[in-house]
């Protein structure tokens, strides 16, 4: 077996030599020396089946036992801090006797049959009195310094030995190689001052030349000449590049805008010169690695910046290749592994409840699927979060984060492991239990998870969890009360992009007892009264057309509909809400919009001339079902006419408490498109509206040949403007999300460092989902005013808040008025300043 011994192993180039070697270790017998002796890289040596010896080179008696029987060596070793100028003499003695004698040595303990390849330098020709550019090998070298004369003593030693030979007139070599990484090297140096935002001199205006080569391409270099046997007794100049310093200094400042770039007037020995690769090249070897992408690289990885730890991140594969034969996918580490572990789970198992203090959880989903749960132990008012996880996916969970899975199938993953995980150890170094999911919980999850795009039934991505919640609307009756509690977290689907909740509560666990009352509001009432003429005007629509309101509440809109004479039912699922329609003589129908509701209408009324669902269409997890419905009870020419939440104005003003349960679908005009693409049905016109936190009125009709109204194509615009139609501007929103979160937080606690009170004003649905987002309860304060009476007494979920009338507070006892129903602001702070005149009115938000 032929033998390669690698001296100066723990070095820079000699890190990635052995990487190179490290797969024929099966084919040859590989020796590491070096006169170091670094505990990580010798236990990744040793894992590659390659030997490493301690074994300084001028100890000849050790080295002749590690150089004997060798075939090649590959001879790195050497002093790489040397000076730069003639006046510094540091080291010299140094320089030289490991420089020339280590070289001497190598010469005298090994075989004549053995090849030596020695890299020397490009400096052998720092002598040279001006600009000189593409020096060839021929070049008489011009050595001035200790090191450069070292390197060319030793080039002559080995030429005028017996062995094979071939040496590598190295350029300045720049790159990263793990912890072995050299900083004295210009590009390397340059690359750690921007990454730190600093200030790069240039002496003499960095007009001065070097010539540049990759570390990678040097070990690739080596292995190149080492290997074949053709190529003996040579010379090769190694560099790929030939840059002046100053352009090495302008691709930094590309990569770092902080960094700094001043011109110095100081003299430089000369201007430098540029070696030619011409010979190298002829001999078929390619450089594959630039300056700038590693640049790029250095700056990237050493650039330190504040992370906003993430529960979880999930990565899939980079750098793909596929075929006939199937997929090959890639995933990168920032640590080595030292264990893998292989994780079979059966359908509606639990695996997990526990977090590690100090290593990083990484997961790869071979197959099945899984609901990811983790919950951030350190960050007060943290939130539950939940994400599912599809094959292929790797999940990439931080220290301190607890975590579960709950597996929606039979699955396999890989454990990857950095670090130990010692059974004996379990609860006392690595796992650490921790019940974050309990058997109701993972129950409730299997049932309403969802795992694909409720519109066009494609996958989607995570991008906001605003944590475990309860029910919005349905409030306690009693203090401490239990609550059924289900994950609100945002998904994008971009497929069609549409954004959706992770989960579908039942409906009859949310409507079938509803405190929610439109027509407390006069804003609502003033609302529905205008669409009502404007649809009598537009649609032409009198006693003989019919309108169904689908989700008609107390019959808000069915009144104003009433009083100019057009025919209509409503149909509210809510049997509390519906009385209250019915006792106002608002025909409403107490159930669900359903092929059976839609039978029983057509029977007793006939088709429809307009169905509408203002706020409610967002409020189904089965959307293909109502676009059924409707296309059925429409007539032929009929009209759907809908209002949603309209997902650019929650990104644009934040109004991320409009998100609960009951809003299945979060909705833009490019979603609605895609949506109604497949249908009986066209959009021909949208209009915004000022209600929910700003809406989106969306106009349809079965009559295809409709004139397509301007606005559809003007929203189109704007939302591709506003590039809603990538998740990148979804994850911002989530971003700052998270800023109010905190801002909002800092807030509240130093009015009440301050021993002042608060008093919270309004308890809409939003107010359910911020105070427990925001993890508020009634240790920051106790009440909150509400002018509907339904509400009065009860307690928002989770809280403890207790909802009560004005007349049950004194004003004066409140230093601040926290305003939760915000989209009531104004008209709030108007009614009531008069009675809070020593209040000051705030919001979360």
């Known amino acids: 077996m032929k033998k390669i011994v690698i001296t100066g192993a723990m070095g820079y180039i000699g890190t990635e030599l052995c990487k190179i070697f490290s797969g024929l270790t099966n084919e040859y017998e590989i020796v590491a020396t070096d006169k170091n002796f670094y505990s990580d890289r010798v236990q990744r040596l040793n894992s590659w089946g390659i030997e490493f010896i301690q074994c300084d080179i001028l100890n000849i008696e050790k080295l002749k036992n590690v150089l004997k029987n060798s075939d ?192 110095t007037n100081d003299e430089v020995p000369n201007k430098g010169y540029t070696l030619s690769n011409k010979k190298l090249k002829s001999f078929n070897f390619e450089f594959l ?77 071979i197959s099945g699927s899984y609901i990811s749960v983790t919950k951030d132990l350190i960050e007060e008012n943290s939130v539950v979060e939940t994400r599912y996880i599809k094959p292929g996916e790797l999940s990439i969970i931080p220290p301190n984060i607890a975590h579960t899975m709950i597996f929606l199938e039979d699955s396999v993953l890989l454990n990857l492991v950095a670090g130990e995980r010692e059974h004996q150890n379990y609860g006392i170094t690595h796992t650490i239990p921790y019940k974050l999911v309990d058997k109701k919980l993972s129950e409730n999850l299997i049932d309403s998870y969802k795992t694909s795009c409720r519109v066009c039934g494609g996958g989607f991505t ?14 306690n009756d009693k203090k401490n009360s239990p609550n059924e509690l289900y994950p609100l977290d945002l998904n ?60 008609s509440n107390d019959g808000i809109f069915l009144d104003p509909v009433k009083k100019l004479g057009i025919k209509f039912v409503g149909v509210e699922p ?42 409610v269409f967002a409020h189904s997890d089965g959307l293909k079902e109502i676009l059924n419905n409707v296309e059925s009870l429409l007539k032929k020419d009929g009209e759907f006419i809908f209002e949603v939440q309209y997902i650019l104005k929650t990104i644009k003003d934040l109004t ?12 833009c005009l490019l979603a609605i498109l895609n949506f109604f693409e497949k249908s009986s049905m066209k959009v021909y016109k949208v209009k915004e509206v000022d209600t929910h936190g700003g809406s989106l009125r969306v106009y349809v009709t079965k009559d295809k040949n409709k004139r397509l109204h301007k606005s559809v194509n003007q929203y189109i615009e704007l939302e591709k403007k506003n590039k809603l139609d990538k998740i990148e501007t979804y994850y911002k929103f989530a ?89 009531f602001y104004d008209s709030i702070v108007k009614n009531n300043k008069t009675d809070f005149k020593n209040s000051k009115f705030i919001k979360l938000k």
């Open 72 to 263: 090649t060596v590959y001879h790195l070793a050497g002093i790489t801090s040397v000076p730069t100028t003639l006046s510094d003499k540091v080291n010299s003695k140094e320089i030289y006797e490991v420089g020339v004698l280590g070289t001497r040595n190598i010469l005298n303990c090994v075989q004549e049959h053995t090849k030596i390849v020695f890299p020397s330098t490009h400096v052998v020709f720092e002598g040279l009195k001006s600009v000189k550019k593409n020096v060839s090998e021929k070049e008489k070298p011009k050595p001035i310094l200790e090191y450069s004369k070292g390197k060319f003593q030793s080039e002559e030693d080995i030429i005028a030995s017996k062995n094979k030979y071939v040496i590598l007139r190295l350029g300045s070599v720049y790159g990263i190689s793990y912890d072995s990484t050299r900083l004295n090297i210009m590009p390397n140096l340059f690359s750690k001052i921007a990454s730190e935002g600093g200030t790069i001199q240039l002496f003499a205006k960095g007009d001065q030349f070097k010539s540049l080569v990759s570390v990678y391409d040097v070990a690739r270099c080596l292995q190149f000449v080492g290997e074949d046997d053709e190529i003996s007794n040579e010379i090769f100049n190694c560099v790929n590049e030939n840059l002046q310093v100053k352009n090495v200094a302008k691709i930094c400042k590309k990569y770092s805008k902080n960094l700094k770039i001043e011109n």
């Open 574 to 615: 809510a049997k509390n809400v519906a009385k209250i329609a019915n006792s106002k003589k608002l025909k409403t129908l107490q159930e669900y919009f359903s092929e059976k509701t839609v039978q029983k209408i057509i029977s007793k009324y006939g088709r429809a001339d307009v169905i509408t669902a203002f706020n």
């Open 492 to 551: 994008f689907c971009k497929q069609c992009s549409n954004s959706q909740l992770s989960v579908a509560v039942p409906a009859k666990k949310m409507f079938d007892n509803y405190l929610y009352l439109s027509s407390t509001s006069k804003q609502f009432r003033d609302h529905f009264s205008s669409i009502a003429e404007e649809l009598k005007n537009d649609l032409n629509l009198n006693k003989n057309s019919l309108l169904v309101d689908i989700g």
């Open 289 to 365: 690695y630039d300056l700038e992408t590693s640049i790029s690289e250095m700056i990237n990885k050493w650039t330190f910046e504040k992370q906003i730890v993430e529960n979880e991140k999930i990565v899939e594969g980079k750098d793909s290749f596929e075929d006939t034969r199937g997929l090959i996918t890639n995933y990168y580490f920032d640590e080595p592994l030292n264990l893998v572990g292989y994780v079979s789970s059966t359908k509606g198992s639990v695996r997990g409840n526990h977090y590690h203090p100090i290593q990083t959880q990484k997961c790869l989903l």
């Open 462 to 475: 995570h991008y906001l969890s605003l944590g475990l919640s309860p029910l919005a609307n349905n409030l």
């Open 656 to 667: 991320f408490d409009n998100i609960y349960h009951e809003h299945f679908n979060y909705w």
């Open 735 to 823: 971003k700052d999300v998270k800023k109010v979160k905190l801002n909002s937080l800092n807030n509240i606690k130093k009015i009440l460092s301050e021993n002042k009170k608060i008093l919270g004003y309004g308890a809409p649905a939003k107010a359910t989902t911020i105070l427990n987002y925001f993890g508020l309860n009634e240790d920051y304060f106790k009440y909150v005013v509400d002018d509907s009476e339904i509400k009065h007494g009860t307690y928002i979920p989770e809280t403890n808040i207790q909802i009560i009338s004005k007349d049950d507070i004194n004003p004066e006892d409140y230093e601040f008025v926290l305003v939760l129903a915000w989209n």
